[in-house]
C-alpha cells in the first residue's frame, strides 16, 4: 500500500499577528498518533517557510496533500517569511503558475489553505489540483485549529477527503464557534488520477447539456463565492426571504438549486416549484389550490385541499391556511420554497398582485409566528417587476436581494481552462470582447470549440449573425424590441453612438433588465459586441 505524504508548511512573519500554530501542528500529528491507520501517512513538517523553500519543500518531497497554515490576505496574498523574518506576499497569480508547472511533474491530491481569505488563492490553484480548501472570510485561531482537527481526525482513519472537510466543519461547529461556514471545499471533476507521486495527470472532459441548469456536481459551474456564501449563510435565518434577479440565462435556477441543496445537507426540507403553466393561470383560485397540490406532492405529504378550502373564505386565506395548519405543522424542520421563473405570472396582474402579496405576507408572518419562521423563500425571476404592488404588499422591497452579473476575468480564464482549452491572453481578449462575461453564452461557445466543432475564429465571424450559435437566443430580444416602439427608438440611439450615450431612463432600465447594455453614470452602451453587431444588422435607421 502506498504511503501518503502530507507535508505541512506553516509562516508567521515578524510583522504579523503571533498564530497559535505548533499547537495546531501539535494536534495534527495527535490524530495521527491514534490513528489505526497512521502507517498509510506519512507527516512532514517545515516551519517559517520562505518562497524558495515552498519550492524546494515540494520538489523534494513531494507530497499528495499539502497543508498550509498562516496568514492570508486575500488579493494580495499569501504571507511567507522574507530574509528579514517580515512577510512576503505572494500573489494568487504566482501559485496559480506554480501549481501549474509542478502539475507536470508530480500529482498533488489536496491542498488546504487553512489561511485567512484563501479563497481568492484557490481560484487560481483550482485547475490543477483535485481538491482544494480556502476559507472565504477570516477565521480565528481557534476555528482554524479545530478544522484541522476533525479532518485529520477522519482523513487518519481512512476516509475521504471531502468527508473530512465536512467533519472539520463540524468539529468548529460542535465547539459552538460560529465561523462553521468559513472553509470552503471545491472538487475538481475534470482531473482523474491515482494518488501516487510521479504520475501526471490526465485530463478528461465530461461535458454538461449547455442549456438548462447547471448540474450540482458539474465541473462547469463557476462559483460567485460573494453569492454563495450570503445566501448559504441567510437562509439558514428564520423566515427569511431571498431574492434572485437577472436577465436570462444567467444561472439563477442553478443558483437556487445550490441553495436549496445546502438546506437540505442541514436537514431541512425543500420544494422547488415551477408552477406558472396556462392550465394553473385561468384564475387565482385554481392557480393557489394548484400551488397547495404541488406543494404537497414535492413533500411527499397527502393532499387535503377540500378539508382546509372554505368556500365561505377568500382563496388567499385558504391558502394560506392550508400551509399554516397543516404543511408546515406536518413537517417538523424548516422547509426552503424554491420558486422558479415568478416573472412567468406577470402578466396575468389579479394572480400576480394577490400572490405577490401572500409571499409578503407569509415572510412578515415570521417575525411573529414560530410556525412561519420554518418557511424560508428563493423566489428568482429575469424581468424588473412591472406588475402594480403596493408598497406594503409586494416581496420585491423585502429580504436579501440577489444580482447576478457576468463573469469577471478570473472566472472567464478558469472556466476556459475547465473545458481544457490552453488559451493565450490575446485569444481570452477576443472571446470576452464579442460575448463579455455571460455564462450562457461563454458555455456555448466553449462547448462547440471544446468538441472540435469550429475554431475561435470561426466563432468570432459567425457568432453575430443568423448562422451563429446564438440565433435563438437573440431573436427573442429582437422581437421584443420590434414589439416595442419606444424601446426600439432608444436601442438605435445606442446603435448610432461608439461611446457611452444618455437614452431615456425607463429604456435604459428595461435594457439592463434583459442585459443588452451596461451603464456608466446616466449613460449607456452595449454589454458585448455580439448585441452590437446583431442588431446594429437588423435595427439601424
Not at 503571533?18 to 517545515?46: C, D, G, H, T, Y
Not at 476575468?409 to 475547465?418: F, G, H, S, V
Not at 465571424?461 to 416595442?484: C, K, N, Q, R, W
Request: glycine share 6%; charged share 25%.
Amino acid at each position: 500500500m502506498n504511503c501518503q505524504k502530507i507535508l505541512i508548511l506553516t509562516a508567521n512573519p515578524t510583522n504579523t499577528q503571533p498564530l497559535r500554530l505548533s499547537e495546531e501542528v501539535r494536534e495534527i500529528k495527535s490524530a495521527w498518533e491514534r490513528s489505526l491507520k497512521r502507517e498509510q501517512f506519512e507527516i512532514i513538517v517545515e516551519e517559517a517557510v520562505r518562497p524558495k523553500e515552498l519550492r524546494r519543500a515540494l520538489l523534494t518531497h513531494k507530497p499528495q496533500i499539502l497543508h498550509f497554515s498562516g496568514h492570508g490576505g486575500g488579493e494580495q496574498g499569501l504571507a511567507l517569511m522574507g530574509d528579514s523574518g517580515e512577510a512576503v506576499l505572494v500573489t494568487s497569480d504566482a501559485l496559480s503558475r506554480f501549481f501549474k508547472a509542478l502539475k507536470e511533474i508530480f500529482t498533488i491530491e489536496a491542498v488546504l489553505l487553512n489561511a485567512c481569505y484563501s479563497e481568492v488563492q484557490t481560484e487560481g490553484i483550482y485547475p490543477y489540483i483535485n481538491y482544494i480548501i480556502g476559507m472565504n472570510k477570516a477565521i480565528g485561531d481557534e476555528a482554524a485549529t479545530q478544522f484541522s482537527i476533525g479532518f485529520y481526525d477522519t482523513l487518519f482513519n481512512g476516509e475521504s477527503i471531502e468527508n473530512a472537510f465536512l467533519l472539520g466543519c463540524n468539529a468548529i461547529e460542535l465547539e459552538n464557534i460560529p465561523e462553521y461556514l468559513t472553509p470552503i471545499f471545491r472538487k475538481n471533476s475534470l482531473i482523474s488520477t491515482p494518488i501516487t507521486p510521479n504520475t501526471q495527470s490526465q485530463t478528461t472532459v465530461i461535458f454538461d447539456n449547455i442549456d438548462g441548469q447547471v448540474p450540482l456536481n458539474s465541473p462547469f459551474y463557476i462559483e460567485r463565492p460573494e453569492v454563495e456564501v450570503k445566501c448559504y449563510e441567510c437562509i439558514l435565518q428564520p423566515g427569511v426571504l431571498i431574492r434572485i434577479k437577472a436577465p436570462r440565462k444567467m444561472g439563477k435556477t442553478s443558483l437556487m438549486s445550490r441553495i436549496l441543496h445546502h438546506a437540505k445537507k442541514q436537514s431541512y426540507r425543500t420544494a422547488f416549484l415551477n408552477l406558472w403553466s396556462k392550465e394553473n393561470l385561468t384564475d387565482l383560485n385554481t392557480f393557489l389550490q394548484g400551488f397547495c397540490l404541488i406543494l404537497s406532492e414535492e413533500l411527499g405529504v397527502e393532499e387535503q385541499i377540500d378539508k382546509y378550502w372554505n368556500k365561505r373564505l377568500s382563496s388567499q386565506r385558504n391558502c394560506t391556511n392550508y400551509l399554516k395548519k397543516y404543511l408546515l405543522k406536518a413537517i417538523e424542520t424548516p422547509l426552503v420554497l424554491g420558486l422558479d421563473d415568478i416573472d412567468r405570472i406577470f402578466p396575468y396582474t389579479e394572480i400576480a398582485q394577490e400572490f405577490f402579496a401572500l409571499l409578503r405576507a407569509w415572510h412578515e408572518n415570521g417575525a411573529n409566528e414560530e410556525v412561519w419562521q420554518k418557511l424560508r423563500l428563493v423566489i428568482a425571476h429575469s424581468q424588473e417587476v412591472y406588475v402594480s404592488l403596493k408598497v406594503n404588499q409586494s416581496p420585491f422591497n423585502v429580504g436579501l436581494s440577489i444580482e447576478i452579473g457576468e463573469f469577471n476575468a478570473i472566472q472567464i480564464k478558469e472556466l476556459i481552462q475547465r473545458y481544457g482549452l490552453n488559451w493565450s491572453e490575446g485569444e481570452i481578449g477576443q472571446l470576452k470582447g464579442m460575448i463579455d462575461g455571460h455564462p450562457y453564452l461563454l458555455k456555448t461557445a466553449l462547448y462547440q470549440i471544446s468538441k472540435g466543432n469550429l475554431t475561435l475564429e470561426q466563432f468570432l465571424e459567425v457568432a453575430p449573425t443568423d448562422e451563429g450559435l446564438f440565433g435563438d437566443f437573440l431573436y427573442h430580444y429582437l422581437l421584443l424590441i420590434e414589439d416595442d416602439k419606444l424601446l426600439k427608438t432608444a436601442i438605435q440611439q445606442v446603435i448610432n453612438s461608439d461611446v457611452f450615450v444618455k437614452i431615456d431612463s425607463i429604456q435604459a432600465f428595461k435594457l439592463r433588465s434583459m442585459g443588452l447594455i451596461e451603464s456608466k453614470g446616466n449613460e449607456v452602451q452595449f454589454l458585448c459586441n455580439l448585441y452590437r453587431l446583431y442588431f446594429q444588422e437588423r435595427l439601424s435607421e
